[in-house]
């Protein structure tokens, strides 16, 4: 069976290509597709791999400017000559999905989200940007958003990360779709003795608006406790500026500086809405709990009152709330773990294993099954 991956981007290893490389190690034959792609970002393992990238890749800074972008890249997508290939998986956050697969193969999407900047949060995007880029959105985003859900069509099977993203599948595609949670690979994570947890909160990932990590840092200098905050981003000299004397900003960070710090913190600060959220996990692991803004993916994973505390307002007000609250929670860290484990790589592979056997299955037992002419069907039902 000759295997496709198509994946958005390569430019990093956050969650999205984390399930890629998981891709790539169930089927280590497969060719990956994508628009862009900088090797030294990518793991050994997905590098390993064929890669072959889209025009996208030939235009100015495309590595750096990919987003920019965007508006070519359903062009870009169905250029990709995806011929004589028995299965691709799309991988779809950004555009991925939109190829023209082969009559013959079978075609499953694992989404991480429907494109938030032109569907759910089209319009925070808009409100956040330029005069000139706030102007040219619309037209653009329209022509995006109705290629999206025609492309839906090319997909065979939806697989959604989590129940958030389902529904929105169903919303925007009209599609079901089957709940497999993306990967952690909890066993990389260390847990030290009490004795060595810091005084410190943490906050782990992209500073991007979406996520909120301003209003981590508002609430901590308001607090006058310490944050250490991990991570780059489009608002990291932004929030250089915002931080007060008590937030730390270390910018991106190797795994091992990441890790130490994740066994070492009171907590760890969640506060934007996240499609499915591997961070919360990745602290668990380490026997931390969390503090999140309760709605989205985290609560498929963060038990609230047990593995970590929501709050349901993002305001810096209701945030503080949560963290005193968090202070009298004392988790069990043996709990933390346990529920971690229940996301595992091991898990993952299984389910979405099982998942494609099936779907392969069927489409088989479909392609097989005898059809009548249905044109004749019809002439022969008026006849009678």
């Known amino acids: 069976m000759k295997v496709a991956i198509v994946h958005y981007w390569l430019v990093g290893m956050r969650g999205g290509e984390k399930v890629v490389e998981a891709l ?27 890669i072959q990238t889209s025009f ?18 359903p062009m870009a997508l169905e250029q990709l000559d995806l011929r004589g290939y028995d299965l691709i998986i799309s991988s779809e956050s950004g555009p991925a999905k939109g190829i023209i ?23 925070d995007y808009r409100a956040r940007t330029g005069l000139l880029t706030r102007m040219m959105m619309p037209p653009l985003a329209h022509y995006v958003r109705n290629w999206d ?17 389902a529904r929105r599948i169903q919303t925007y595609y009209h599609r079901p779709a089957t709940v497999i949670h993306p990967p952690v690979d909890t066993q990389a994570f260390e847990r030290v003795p009490h004795a060595e947890i810091g005084d410190y909160h943490l906050m782990v990932g992209e500073l991007v608006r979406y996520k909120r990590p301003e209003l981590a840092i508002e609430a901590f200098n308001r607090m006058r406790k310490p944050l250490v905050v991990i991570g780059g981003g489009e608002m990291l000299r932004e929030l250089r500026g915002l931080a007060g004397p008590h937030v730390t900003m270390l910018g991106p960070q190797p795994f091992s500086v990441l890790k130490h710090h994740y066994a070492r913190c009171r907590a760890l600060i969640f506060p934007g809405e996240e499609d499915f959220g591997i961070v919360p996990l990745e602290a668990m692991a380490s026997g931390r709990p969390v503090v999140a803004y309760g709605k989205g993916g985290v609560v ?16 810096i007000e209701a945030l ?7 202070e009298a929670l004392m988790p069990d860290p043996d709990q933390l773990v346990r529920r971690a484990a229940e996301f595992g790589v091991d898990r993952f592979s299984e389910e979405i294993s099982q998942f494609i056997k099936t779907a392969l299955e069927g489409r088989v037992a479909h392609n097989q099954a005898p059809r009548r002419n249905d044109s004749t069907h019809s002439f022969n039902d008026s006849a009678r």
């Open 300 to 315: 498929e994973t963060v038990i609230d009152g047990v593995t970590g505390i929501f709050f349901h307002e993002q305001s």
């Open 24 to 50: 790539c190690n169930l089927y280590p034959d497969a060719d990956i597709f994508t628009h862009v792609y900088a090797p030294d970002a990518i793991s050994p393992s997905i590098n390993a791999h064929r």
């Open 149 to 165: 859900a025609i492309s839906a069509d090319r997909v065979h099977e939806f697989v959604a990360n989590s129940a958030t993203v």
């Open 56 to 73: 996208i890749s030939k235009l100015p800074r495309a590595t750096l400017k990919y987003k920019s972008y965007l508006p070519l890249m």
């Open 101 to 123: 697969p082969p009559s013959d193969a079978t075609h499953i999407c694992y989404c991480h989200s429907p494109m938030r900047y032109i569907w759910n949060m089209y319009h």
């Open 320 to 326: 503080i709330d949560a963290v005193q609250r968090c």
